[in-house]
């Protein structure tokens, strides 16, 4: 059992890595996705894998961990199961009404999404908690009862119920669940008390709405993949990530599919801030490029930045994850000319097929045949010629472009990566300027398959001046698997003011969700040594309609300690974010939130004592690329990163090849190779 496996799902590729205890060394393979079945992929590069350690079987696998978009793309697509609503009487039609904003404040004609659950699948049963927890209408059973078998009867796979202040007394809740068990025994159930006991009802409708809308979707899928490992010899409990980059047992996600939202990007992002913390980056900004569109966050003093929830195609989601801005802007993202004859890149995406024109499958130019056509990517191979590439289609494709623009090819594809740089600049500027931060204070980290391409670029628009690109970048997401924690989340809304007063009620909640925490450690065995808890309260000055989230300091007792520390560090981030603060103002808490994590085995993060040498060693051939059309073609040494060992220096331009990822300096970029082999690259002056 001394082979631990992450698996990470693209919209292009399936990434897997595995680590090998005993030797202590981590293999990587890249497979294409199959969007139609992604366990197919998932099988074949665990296949691949154990053939490529050396004939290792499944039954040496101890540990097995999964990203995971099937949820992501169920909603994005609309292929969720047929859902029905189980709401108070009178608020029927919340799902639809929402917060009454338009999607889009200066188009009369935008859209708002269409609801998950159809009007005729949404019923009201009579009932009422008030805003105080008390009951004022008792639940009608019979109601109840009237209403699961019109939903039976209309043929559901699945039901949400959502009732008024539920958050604060969820008896009715939970007796409704019990009725709807009763008369459907089959069917898939979700109650806002378990999903997100928040206040915001619309807010909380809709997230345990979506919680239903995808999980028979999504235990559909994890119980397959699971009996598939099974069959094939996996003795071990497999785990899935969740949004907030800790993971969890099959079983557990099953319950709350919600948690997955993010499933995918949010293990890179915490590999990626403890690689970087070892080699003393504690405040980066994180940049995973893919196939199909790219994921950023913010990482300070090493932890990554956390929110309570996003809104997904229009619809708001609230569940515990970290702060990872996307958008379309990928390897495979389509260039295209719109109606003003300007040239557009994404969101459309050629994916895994037909892919890229170079793939041999497609005819439209993507983001990699821009970069196929100027030779920073290999024009005959990639994943050390585990795939063919044909050039003289990617330059037939740009060709297209070009002609109507009156540019030349490699003016057409040097404009390509110049808008879908501009793409990704935006997307980091969200997650930085307008939360408070300075993009030119952190380290831009750039991994997934194209990320290390496209960083010099990028850093250069936003004035970043240090890039830190990890080992196995083209897989981080896989690897950064292996270095999370087993995680979870509680909650509990409950207004009040944080004065003196109020020091030992806000302990009281705290010790009781300190108390859910415990219960979970024993129910996923957590050695008590490696039992962590994290507290943070959302707060605002007494008026506000919306909160922020401040971290409480480790240990700090509030009958104890007093509130003035936790006020100050609320006035902190409130001037941070909106530019003042109102030291006279009431400050109130309205959600309590606490984090219990566990430890698990991780891949540690380790030094190369390997002596320095000539970087000229590495180099494995020179390559006419294209880095200006004015300048045209220029020799540029193309450098095997395997052959790299720590303490070597290079300058640009130059070119690090590696399976699972290629990494271009601009010219006057300086390149060295830190103790723990990761490319540390110094942005030179621009020109």
């Given at each position: 059992?001394?082979?631990?496996?992450?698996?990470?799902?693209?919209?292009?590729?399936?990434?897997?890595?595995?680590?090998?205890?005993?030797?202590?060394?981590?293999?990587?393979?890249?497979?294409?996705?199959?969007?139609?079945?992604?366990?197919?992929?998932?099988?074949?590069?665990?296949?691949?894998?154990?053939?490529?350690?050396?004939?290792?079987?499944?039954?040496?696998?101890?540990?097995?961990?999964?990203?995971?978009?099937?949820?992501?793309?169920?909603?994005?697509?609309?292929?969720?199961?047929?859902?029905?609503?189980?709401?108070?009487?009178?608020?029927?039609?919340?799902?639809?009404?929402?917060?009454?904003?338009?999607?889009?404040?200066?188009?009369?004609?935008?859209?708002?999404?269409?609801?998950?659950?159809?009007?005729?699948?949404?019923?009201?049963?009579?009932?009422?908690?008030?805003?105080?927890?008390?009951?004022?209408?008792?639940?009608?059973?019979?109601?109840?009862?009237?209403?699961?078998?019109?939903?039976?009867?209309?043929?559901?796979?699945?039901?949400?119920?959502?009732?008024?202040?539920?958050?604060?007394?969820?008896?009715?809740?939970?007796?409704?669940?019990?009725?709807?068990?009763?008369?459907?025994?089959?069917?898939?159930?979700?109650?806002?008390?378990?999903?997100?006991?928040?206040?915001?009802?619309?807010?909380?409708?809709?997230?345990?709405?979506?919680?239903?809308?995808?999980?028979?979707?999504?235990?559909?899928?994890?119980?397959?993949?699971?009996?598939?490992?099974?069959?094939?010899?996996?003795?071990?409990?497999?785990?899935?990530?969740?949004?907030?980059?800790?993971?969890?047992?099959?079983?557990?996600?099953?319950?709350?599919?919600?948690?997955?939202?993010?499933?995918?990007?949010?293990?890179?992002?915490?590999?990626?801030?403890?690689?970087?913390?070892?080699?003393?980056?504690?405040?980066?900004?994180?940049?995973?490029?893919?196939?199909?569109?790219?994921?950023?966050?913010?990482?300070?003093?090493?932890?990554?930045?956390?929110?309570?929830?996003?809104?997904?195609?229009?619809?708001?989601?609230?569940?515990?994850?970290?702060?990872?801005?996307?958008?379309?802007?990928?390897?495979?993202?389509?260039?295209?000319?719109?109606?003003?004859?300007?040239?557009?890149?994404?969101?459309?995406?050629?994916?895994?097929?037909?892919?890229?024109?170079?793939?041999?499958?497609?005819?439209?130019?993507?983001?990699?045949?821009?970069?196929?056509?100027?030779?920073?990517?290999?024009?005959?191979?990639?994943?050390?010629?585990?795939?063919?590439?044909?050039?003289?289609?990617?330059?037939?494709?740009?060709?297209?472009?070009?002609?109507?623009?009156?540019?030349?090819?490699?003016?057409?594809?040097?404009?390509i990566l110049r808008v879908v740089?501009?793409?990704?600049?935006?997307?980091?500027?969200?997650?930085?300027?307008?939360?408070?931060?300075?993009?030119?204070?952190?380290?831009?980290?750039?991994?997934?398959?194209?990320?290390?391409?496209?960083?010099?670029?990028?850093?250069?628009?936003?004035?970043?001046?240090?890039?830190?690109?990890?080992?196995?970048?083209?897989?981080?997401?896989a690897l950064g698997l292996l270095?999370?924690?087993?995680?979870?989340?509680?909650?509990?809304?409950?207004?009040?003011?944080?004065?003196?007063?109020?020091?030992?009620?806000?302990?009281?909640?705290?010790?009781?969700?300190?108390?859910?925490?415990?219960?979970?450690?024993?129910?996923?065995?957590?050695?008590?040594?490696?039992?962590?808890?994290?507290?943070?309260?959302?707060?605002?000055?007494?008026?506000?309609?919306?909160?922020?989230?401040?971290?409480?300091?480790?240990?700090?007792?509030?009958?104890?300690?007093?509130?003035?520390?936790?006020?100050?560090?609320?006035?902190?981030?409130?001037?941070?974010?909106?530019?003042?603060?109102?030291?006279?103002?009431?400050?109130?808490?309205?959600?309590?939130?606490?984090?219990?994590?566990?430890?698990?085995?991780?891949?540690?993060?380790?030094?190369?004592?390997?002596?320095?040498?000539?970087?000229?060693?590495?180099?494995?051939?020179?390559r006419s690329t294209c880095f200006?059309?004015?300048?045209?073609?220029?020799?540029?040494?193309?450098?095997?990163?395997?052959?790299?060992?720590?303490?070597?220096?290079?300058?640009?331009?130059?070119?690090?090849?590696?399976?699972?990822?290629?990494?271009?300096?601009?010219?006057?970029?300086?390149?060295?190779?830190?103790?723990?082999?990761?490319?540390?690259?110094?942005?030179?002056?621009?020109?």
């Amino acid at each position: 059992m001394s082979l631990r496996i992450g698996v990470d799902t693209g919209g292009t590729f399936t990434d897997v890595c595995a680590f090998d205890e005993e030797t202590g060394r981590v293999h990587v393979r890249k497979v294409s996705s199959t969007p139609d079945d992604p366990g197919r992929a998932i099988v074949q590069g665990v296949t691949e894998i154990l053939d490529q350690i050396g004939g290792r079987t499944i039954d040496e696998v101890g540990y097995f961990a999964h990203g995971t978009t099937v949820g992501t793309n169920a909603l994005l697509t609309g292929r969720g199961a047929r859902t029905g609503l189980i709401t108070t009487r009178g608020f029927r039609d919340l799902l639809e009404l929402g917060r009454g904003r338009r999607p889009s404040m200066y188009d009369p004609q935008a859209d708002k999404p269409t609801p998950q659950v159809p009007r005729h699948l949404r019923m009201e049963v009579t009932e009422r908690v008030r805003h105080t927890g008390l009951v004022e209408t008792p639940l009608d059973e019979d109601d109840v009862r009237r209403a699961v078998r019109e939903l039976k009867d209309a043929a559901v796979d699945s039901i949400a119920v959502c009732l008024l202040y539920s958050y604060l007394n969820a008896d009715h809740e939970r007796r409704i669940g019990e009725i709807i068990r009763e008369e459907m025994p089959d069917v898939y159930v979700s109650l806002s008390c378990d999903v997100l006991p928040e206040f915001r009802e619309y807010e909380r409708l809709s997230t345990v709405v979506t919680n239903s809308y995808v999980g028979p979707v999504v235990a559909n899928y994890l119980a397959r993949l699971r009996q598939v490992l099974a069959d094939r010899g996996l003795t071990a409990v497999p785990h899935v990530t969740q949004s907030n980059g800790g993971v969890i047992p099959f079983s557990t996600a099953e319950a709350l599919p919600v948690r997955l939202v993010l499933s995918g990007p949010s293990t890179g992002v915490v590999g990626a801030a403890q690689i970087c913390s070892a080699a003393g980056f504690d405040d980066i900004i994180t940049f995973d490029m893919g196939g199909t569109s790219s994921d950023i966050s913010l990482v300070q003093e090493g932890r990554p930045k956390v929110t309570a929830g996003m809104e997904l195609d229009g619809r708001p989601v609230r569940s515990p994850m970290l702060d990872i801005h996307t958008v379309g802007a990928g390897g495979g993202s389509l260039a295209w000319i719109d109606s003003g004859n300007h040239l557009r890149v994404g969101p459309q995406s050629a994916g895994a097929f037909p892919g890229p024109a170079c793939y041999g499958n497609g005819d439209d130019a993507a983001v990699t045949d821009a970069n196929v056509v100027l030779r920073m990517l290999n024009p005959e191979y990639l994943l050390n010629g585990q795939m063919k590439i044909d050039r003289s289609a990617s330059v037939a494709a740009v060709q297209r472009l070009a002609e109507p623009l009156g540019l030349s090819v490699e003016e057409t594809a040097l404009g390509i990566l110049r808008v879908v740089t501009a793409n990704m600049a935006r997307a980091i500027r969200v997650v930085s300027v307008q939360r408070g931060y300075d993009p030119r204070e952190y380290a831009l980290v750039p991994f997934g398959g194209a990320g290390p391409l496209h960083a010099s670029r990028l850093a250069r628009e936003l004035g970043m001046r240090t890039i830190v690109v990890p080992e196995i970048p083209g897989a981080q997401s896989a690897l950064g698997l292996l270095m999370t924690d087993v995680k979870t989340d509680f909650m509990r809304t409950l207004i009040t003011a944080i004065d003196d007063s109020s020091a030992a009620t806000v302990d009281a909640v705290f010790d009781e969700l300190a108390r859910r925490a415990q219960e979970w450690f024993v129910e996923e065995e957590v050695d008590e040594g490696g039992r962590e808890l994290r507290r943070r309260m959302d707060l605002r000055y007494r008026g506000q309609n919306f909160e922020l989230a401040v971290e409480v300091p480790e240990g700090h007792g509030f009958v104890e300690h007093g509130v003035g520390a936790v006020i100050e560090l609320f006035h902190e981030a409130h001037e941070r974010v909106y530019g003042y603060r109102s030291e006279d103002a009431a400050v109130e808490v309205v959600t309590f939130r606490l984090e219990a994590s566990g430890s698990a085995a991780h891949v540690d993060v380790r030094r190369d004592e390997t002596s320095p040498s000539d970087p000229a060693k590495a180099i494995v051939e020179t390559r006419s690329t294209c880095f200006d059309p004015a300048e045209g073609y220029v020799d540029t040494p193309v450098y095997d990163r395997s052959l790299l060992t720590p303490g070597d220096v290079f300058t640009g331009p130059a070119i690090v090849e590696q399976m699972d990822t290629t990494t271009v300096l601009l010219p006057s970029d300086a390149c060295r190779v830190d103790e723990y082999r990761n490319l540390i690259v110094e942005i030179g002056e621009q020109r």
